[in-house]
């Protein structure tokens, strides 16, 4: 271990300064205003520089004797390094394959709802209903294969309800305060049973196909500090009473215990949260769709428009156009720049990673680990951590443009909960999720004809596609003997494309005394 000597804490300052870019910029003004967005303008920029200080002088320095740094560090996530299988399709090994000329549905995007759309089709759908997914990289190359590897099951219960209630202040100006609390509860209730069901059905999958997507069932762990422990126990008590009992609190004891990290406060813990490889996930559904007859797959081709016409639409791509009477729209921060009327409802989010081998010796393996601004897991040898990043404009989407002082102070932020270590960084990669004004998902039609979507999962992609995905299939094909679990009244896109005529849910009666608080 490398003693923090006072020349090397001079080095490190001199070294995070000269690497500061636009990004890092744009990264500390989301910060501020996620942190201090409540306070007067003086105030935030007073606490913020405070903090900025406080990481550049003494935490980010103090962990540079754990976080070694070579001259030349991988973009390349750490998911990616494994061999794609379906990289190049079709054609490496068909080089003059052709797209077809008409299909019956056209999936947008090969990540975690595009490949999930394409499994459920090739197992519900007849003879004679084709499905072509068009891929602009490689599957699993945008965020499925670029996040911290987890299957989550969503978000806590109070950041769903307070994010919807915010929005619904704006849209529903006719309902009062305590109408406004009842239907942002009902809102988190349908998001969490839904994310619960997902969950669920991951498990079952992988059981049911032996996919090899080094799946563990752990958990997750949610340090949280002094401040935001009223907020948490809520989250876990109103789930509970919304039938979602899988948030449970855990002493500071059994946080260690099963994570590794000190704390000095009660966490939040996921049970039935687990790790895995994701885009071996993506690539294992494919594996599935594929070998059905009515699911083709195209890889680096573009999308470039689409525009319906008449009963059908026409999609063209880098590669030729074709017909379809179903679009779906896979394409989740890539699509306001697809589908303009997504624009500012679609927010492009650039959040970042980085992995290299040893790390906390006390961490421990396949548990989904998270401080309050940043995540962690050991993955065999490796060990991958990072934090939030910033909104982007639309047609930045999907930029793999890291922030090395993010990286610093992620690595400083773990040192803060596990003691010291010892990691040379190897990879350190961003990437974007979308995120909606109410942090809600939409799934369902835009345009009430054949053009669908699920996009705006707030970084909580694996809690919400395949489920999703499932039931528009479901929708599409004409299926009702299964549920479904996003009804178009609390995830329809017009929600927030036309909230003026979009078909509200109705407020119930007699909901939990803790939804309803403000």
Same mark, same amino acid.
């Given at each position: 271990m490398r003693r923090v000597t006072f020349w090397l804490r001079l080095k490190t300052i001199a070294r995070v300064l000269f690497e500061l870019r636009p990004p890092d910029f744009q990264a500390a003004s989301h910060f501020m205003q996620l942190k201090w967005g409540h306070c007067s303008v003086p105030v935030r920029w007073a606490s913020f520089f405070h903090w900025a200080? !406080?990481?550049?002088?003494?935490?980010?320095? &103090?962990?540079?004797?754990?976080?070694?740094?070579?001259?030349?560090?991988?973009?390349?996530?750490?998911?990616?390094?494994?061999?794609?299988?379906?990289?190049?399709?079709?054609?490496?090994?068909?080089?003059?394959?052709?797209?077809?000329?008409?299909?019956?549905?056209?999936?947008? &995007?090969?990540?975690?709802?595009?490949?999930?759309?394409?499994?459920?089709?090739?197992?519900?759908?007849?003879?004679?209903?084709?499905?072509?997914?068009?891929?602009?990289?490689?599957?699993?190359?945008?965020?499925?294969?670029?996040?911290?590897?987890?299957?989550?099951?969503?978000?806590?219960f109070t950041m769903v309800r307070d994010t919807v209630l915010r929005q619904l202040a704006r849209s529903r100006a006719d309902l009062d305060p305590q109408e406004h609390r009842q239907l942002a509860w009902q809102f988190a209730r349908q998001y969490c049973q839904a994310a619960y069901h997902n969950a669920e059905l991951i498990a079952e999958t992988i059981e049911k196909h032996q996919f090899d997507c080094d799946y563990k069932r752990a958990g997750w762990v949610q340090a949280r500090t002094a401040s935001e422990q009223e907020s948490l126990l809520e989250s876990v008590q109103m789930a509970g009473e919304s039938g979602c009992r899988d948030w449970t609190?855990?002493?500071?004891?059994?946080?260690?215990?099963?994570?590794?990290?000190?704390?000095?406060?009660?966490?939040?813990?996921?049970?039935?949260?687990?790790?895995?490889?994701?885009?071996?996930?993506?690539?294992?559904?494919?594996?599935?769709?594929l070998q059905s007859d009515q699911v083709s797959l195209f890889s680096r081709t573009r999308v470039e428009s689409i525009e319906r016409e008449g009963d059908q639409y026409r999609v063209t791509t880098s590669r030729g156009t074709i017909l379809a009477r179903h679009v779906f729209y896979a394409t989740e921060s890539y699509t306001p720049a697809l589908a303009?009327?997504?624009?500012?409802?679609?927010?492009?989010?650039?959040?970042?990673?980085?992995?290299?081998?040893?790390?906390?010796?006390?961490? !421990?393996?396949?548990? &989904?680990?998270?401080?309050?601004?940043?995540f962690a897991g050991r993955y065999g040898r490796r060990v991958l951590f990072g934090s939030g990043g910033s909104r982007l404009p639309d047609a930045q989407a999907g930029r793999n443009r890291p922030s090395r002082f993010l990286t610093r102070y992620a690595?400083?932020?773990?040192?803060?909960?596990? &003691?010291?270590?010892?990691?040379?960084?190897?990879?350190?990669?961003?990437?974007?999720?979308?995120?909606?004004?109410?942090?809600?998902?939409?799934?369902?039609s835009i345009d009430g004809h054949g053009s669908w979507i699920i996009a705006g999962m707030c970084g909580s992609g694996s809690g919400v596609s395949f489920n999703a995905a499932r039931c528009l299939v479901n929708?599409?094909?004409?299926?009702?003997?299964?549920?479904?679990?996003?009804?178009?009244e609390y995830f329809s896109p017009s929600r927030l494309l036309t909230p003026e005529s979009h078909s509200w849910p109705e407020l119930e009666k007699g909901e939990p005394t803790s939804g309803n608080q403000a």
């Open positions: 200080l !406080k990481q550049l002088l003494v935490e980010i320095p &103090g962990a540079a004797g754990d976080l070694q740094v070579p001259r030349h560090v991988s973009r390349t996530p750490m998911w990616l390094l494994d061999e794609n299988r379906w990289a190049n399709h079709p054609w490496q090994d068909a080089p003059g394959t052709r797209l077809p000329a008409e299909v019956e549905m056209v999936v947008v &995007g090969a990540g975690f709802s595009g490949a999930a759309c394409a499994y459920h089709w090739a197992l519900n759908a007849p003879a004679n209903r084709s499905l072509a997914v068009i891929e602009m990289e490689d599957p699993a190359s945008g965020a499925s294969g670029r996040n911290e590897g987890l299957v989550v099951m969503g978000r806590y609190m855990i002493d500071p004891q059994e946080a260690e215990q099963r994570s590794g990290m000190v704390v000095d406060q009660p966490a939040g813990f996921s049970r039935q949260s687990a790790s895995w490889h994701p885009a071996k996930w993506v690539w294992s559904l494919l594996d599935v769709a303009n009327c997504f624009h500012n409802l679609i927010l492009p989010m650039q959040e970042q990673a980085a992995s290299g081998e040893g790390g906390p010796p006390a961490m !421990k393996p396949h548990i &989904g680990i998270s401080g309050s601004w940043y690595a400083a932020a773990m040192k803060e909960t596990f &003691g010291p270590y010892q990691l040379e960084l190897a990879n350190e990669w961003s990437g974007t999720v979308g995120y909606t004004p109410d942090e809600y998902p939409i799934v369902g929708r599409i094909l004409g299926r009702a003997d299964e549920p479904d679990d996003y009804p178009p």
